[in-house]
């Protein structure tokens, strides 16, 4: 259960209706939240005691949230997170185009400059890479971090990579990568999860292969529960009986997820597709949508890309998708 009290409800008069249900053993979370206090009560709240509380002069409401997730739910917030990825905002009025190479190779800084030049605001590169086959590359590793991070100081934006071990952290953190990119196959790596939720490093958490929403947002969950309050939804396609496409990109969950949670939500259609042609209209769809963001894939020569080569988009390409989203974006109310 969440109760919402009243802007301006002292501290004091928050810390006494949380005592009353931590004394009768109800885990209790108070909402970052600053415009009014709100606070969750983790654990079953015994009748009597949440009908007392909800009847408090304070308490303007109480709010059962749709699953046993509370840190996510939509009614945990006022206003909907706005997560911060070295100075960049996610879920602010600026639809946000993360953008680079599937896995750092010998053209990164090629593909950076490219980004930079497109209007991409993230850059991405995958260092460590959940391969489908033990024989497709896997990645630059710790040297891929280095080179990521070394372009994205060059042309001035933050940059993003994919972990998949928790032991990868501290080369994370010394590399000063600005976002973790949690993978699809990924997703439900609970140990994971939680060794990354403290390190105070925004996550973009890629939902699941074949994950339902509610699977997605228990994911979310334990990165929130673990202290991260920067995380961000990543829709990237799902499994169905279609094999035409890699994926089927889910675009009927985008505005489900703004009413269930106050994350942002970004969308990344080249993995969705992974076909190059199809990427431009489906991130345009994506922004009608209401994504926060696009994350999409490029290489300055595909074909001599490491990974997913079939749906690297080049460099023109993806100017016009910044353009396209940033049009999109101001019709339906978008405005940077
Ligand atoms: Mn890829």
Not at 92 to 100: H, K, L
Not at 141 to 153: F, H, V, W
Not at 293 to 313: F, K, T, V
Not at 327 to 334: H, N, Y
Request: charged share 25%.
């Amino acid at each position: 259960m969440i109760f919402r009290l009243a802007p301006g409800t002292p501290a004091d008069v928050v810390q006494e209706l949380r005592d009353r249900l931590e004394k009768v053993g109800v885990r209790t979370r108070l909402s970052p939240e600053t415009a009014q206090p709100i606070f969750a009560a983790v654990d079953k709240v015994p009748t009597k005691l949440g009908e007392e509380i909800a009847a408090h002069e304070r308490v303007l409401e109480t709010v059962t949230p749709r699953g046993a997730w509370r840190l996510a739910d939509r009614a945990f917030r006022n206003t909907p997170t706005v997560a911060d990825v070295g100075g960049v905002r996610v879920g602010g009025r600026q639809v946000v185009v993360i953008a680079g190479p599937c896995s750092v190779d010998a053209f990164m800084d090629e593909a950076a400059d490219q980004v930079k030049r497109a209007g991409g605001h993230i850059l991405r590169g995958g260092a460590y890479k959940p391969r489908t086959s033990p024989w497709s590359f896997q990645g630059f590793g710790e040297e891929g971090l280095r080179l990521l991070k070394s372009s994205g100081n060059r042309i001035g934006l933050p940059v993003i990579s994919e972990i998949m071990d928790a032991s990868h952290l501290p080369a994370f953190i010394e590399h000063g990568i600005d976002c973790l990119q949690v993978g699809a196959r990924n997703m439900q790596n609970f140990t994971l999860l939680k060794a990354i939720s403290s390190c105070g490093i925004p996550v973009l958490l890629k939902r699941g292969l074949a994950a339902t929403v509610e699977e997605w947002l228990y994911s979310a969950e334990y990165v929130l529960a673990g202290g991260c309050q920067n995380v961000i939804l990543c829709e990237r396609g799902i499994r169905t009986f279609e094999k035409a496409t890699r994926n089927t990109l889910d675009l009927t969950i985008l505005p489900l997820l703004r009413e269930w949670t106050h994350l942002p939500v970004v969308v990344d259609p080249s993995h969705a597709a992974g076909i190059a042609s199809l990427i431009p209209t489906l991130s345009r769809a994506s922004v009608a949508a209401g994504a926060d963001g696009l994350a999409i894939e490029i290489h300055p020569d595909p074909s001599q890309a490491r990974s997913d080569a079939d749906q690297a988009l080049l460099e023109g390409e993806l100017a016009q998708i910044t353009a396209d989203a940033r049009t999109l974006g101001a019709v339906i109310g978008r405005r940077e």
